[in-house]
């Protein structure tokens, strides 16, 4: 089959199904729900969603731990419901990508339940089961999880343990079965030959683990890192999903891939390895922590942020494809972050961060409420949270006394379910989000922040995104343009050029709350200024004014 790239064209965004549109009123968001808001997707100008998970689960990790590969969660609705879902996309010319979960399954998968409850069960070399240390006492080696617990889990009070990098109900599967490996396989044709247009690939860069399962010496973070990210046979198995599925469809597929190096990147994403389309990196929101972990959050230095945005640009050019986010249903709001900020300045900082990654090189993707300016959850205790990995943290501070009082405030800040709040579609009592009460508590700012209100206000952040959005379409220059930092060692301002052939495209943005004279204020005296966030082309910057030039 002809691969057409059309994702290099694609202006993607997420849907977390939770937290998006409640189409039968029992507080959580659901697939009848999204079909309704289709035609607010096709107007912000969109041309592909990526789904995150709706698959049958016990929801422990909403969704990020599936039962049944092959059947959706009964309150997200049904197969019927998907299939009307993906028609009414595609008649709007919208593609889909679904999230593809397969570095685990949920505990309820019924492979794993008779994995554990049968020794001789065909699945049980399906996960990665090992015989603890000191007769079962302790976890066959010192390897941690990303939920800030151990990546064991003792089975019963046997002496045996399943890996797990994730929660509990998340046994990691066993790649270097092959039986595993054409589950997956299976998996991907089922949803293909229904229309799907491509995944979304979870963790996927932490599919192939050291078979020696060798303990580590103790690290701040994430023990055993070295032996499970990246591993051994990463490539060879992206590779035998590609020959074996992908080719045989126009398809696009992005990897998660956590904690990866510029020269790791390059070898999932050029063409000619048939491995991925793109992947995500995750430097850039990295870039307001310590050692990767973002509860130790670090104040923000632009240029930290320019060094790695620039490192990714220049590193993949003509090599492979990038993506462009900012946001994602684990990641907290943006405005506040990158030194923004949420109150006075929130609609200008949403536009600036908005244009700044809007023109660089890659599929950009937009998170749900993004396009409002939609900001952090106001939680004011934890039971207010919902997330299986902020319990786990509150857990691990309430066992190490002195990362309590890092953590109590770094949870609020940096929790996921800032993300994952319902969205403001009105300024009713539940935002029209729903009827009844929802899942996780709606923002009070509904009143002000929400997608009516934006829609009838042409200066609105929705109305903004529209414009990028319908200026990138077809821009030959933000799609293959080199990119070039026109001032790398400025703290305050961003300035960017990409050029192809004798086009050029120029961002400039201050990241600060204050004026700032224009460092480039010569050199674009004759270059015309296409979109901005202010009424503004006097030689200051105004706080948080971004300004977009073509010549
Ligand atoms: O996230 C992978 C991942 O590494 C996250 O744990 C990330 O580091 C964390 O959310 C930051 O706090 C993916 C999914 O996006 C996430 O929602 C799932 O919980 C996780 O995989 C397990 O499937």
């Known amino acids: ?63 990020y731990d599936i039962s049944n590969y092959r059947d959706i969660y009964k309150p997200f609705g049904t197969l019927d419901d998907f299939k009307k879902m993906l028609s009414e996309m595609h008649k709007r010319g919208i593609r889909l990508i679904m999230d593809l979960v397969v570095n685990h399954t949920s505990s309820e998968h019924p492979w794993f339940k008779s994995a554990i409850s049968d020794k001789n069960s065909p699945y049980r070399d399906y996960y990665i089961i090992k015989k603890g240390r000191k007769n079962g006492k302790k976890p066959p080696n010192n390897w941690s999880g990303f939920f800030g617990d151990g990546a064991w889990q003792r089975i019963g009070d046997s002496d045996e343990y399943y890996l797990r990098l994730f929660a509990k109900g998340q046994p990691d599967l066993n790649w270097e079965n092959p039986k595993v490996r054409e589950e997956v396989k299976d998996i991907l044709r089922y949803w293909l030959d229904m229309g799907v247009d491509g995944f979304r690939c979870d963790v996927i860069n932490l599919i192939s683990k050291d078979q020696r399962f060798k303990s580590v010496a103790p ?41 990866t190096t510029l020269q790791q990147g390059c070898d999932l994403v050029e063409p000619n390895r048939e491995e991925l389309s793109m992947i995500f990196n995750f430097d850039h929101t990295d870039t307001d922590n310590y050692f990767g972990v973002k509860w130790f959050i670090r104040k923000f230095k632009l240029t930290r942020l320019k060094k790695v945005v620039n490192k990714w640009q220049q590193g993949l050019h003509n090599r492979g494809w990038n993506s462009l986010f900012i946001e994602n249903h684990d990641q907290r709001r943006c405005v506040g972050r990158f030194n923004t900020d949420d109150k006075e300045y929130r609609e200008v900082s949403a536009k600036m961060l908005a244009t700044t990654y809007f023109m660089l090189q890659g599929t950009p993707f937009i998170y749900e409420g993004q396009e409002l300016g939609m900001t952090n ?32 405030k770094s949870l609020y800040q940096c929790s996921r379910d800032n993300a994952r709040t319902p969205v403001q579609w009105d300024d009713s009592e ?49 799609k293959n343009g080199e990119y070039i930092d026109l001032l790398p060692h400025n703290h305050k301002v961003y300035a960017y050029m990409r050029k192809l052939d004798d086009k050029e495209i120029v961002v400039v943005s201050n990241f600060t709350n204050k004026e700032v004279v224009n460092p480039l204020r010569k050199k674009l005296k004759s270059i015309k200024l ?18 977009l030039y073509e010549r």
Request: aromatic letters at 12%; charged letters at 25%.
């Open 530 to 547: 296409v979109m901005s966030n202010y009424n503004n082309n006097s030689e200051t910057l105004k706080p948080y004014e971004t300004r």
């Open 1 to 63: 089959m002809k691969q057409t790239n059309w994702y290099k064209d694609a202006i993607i965004y997420q849907i977390y199904p939770r937290s998006f549109c409640d189409g039968n009123n029992d507080g959580m968001g659901d697939i009848p729900g999204i079909i309704s808001k289709l035609d607010y997707l096709k107007e912000l100008g969109i041309n592909c969603v990526w789904l995150s998970p709706v698959y049958d689960s016990p929801q422990e990790d909403n969704g």
């Open 219 to 259: 690290t701040i973070a994430l023990a055993g890192k070295k032996y499970f990210v990246s591993g051994p046979r990463l490539h060879e198995y992206l590779h035998e999903l590609y020959k074996d599925v992908y080719s045989n469809y126009d398809c696009m597929t992005v990897g998660e891939t956590v904690l």
């Open 377 to 408: 959850g106001d939680f004011s205790c934890l039971d207010d949270f919902k997330d299986v990995e902020t319990h786990n943290i509150a857990a691990l501070g309430e066992k190490i006394k002195i990362l309590k009082p890092i953590l109590k």
């Open 430 to 478: 539940f935002a029209g989000f729903s009827k009844v009460k929802p899942w996780i508590q709606v923002n009070k700012n509904k009143s002000f922040i929400n997608a009516k209100q934006q829609l009838t206000d042409d200066n609105s952040i929705f109305h903004y995104y529209q414009k990028l959005i319908e200026y990138r379409k077809g821009n030959e220059v933000i």
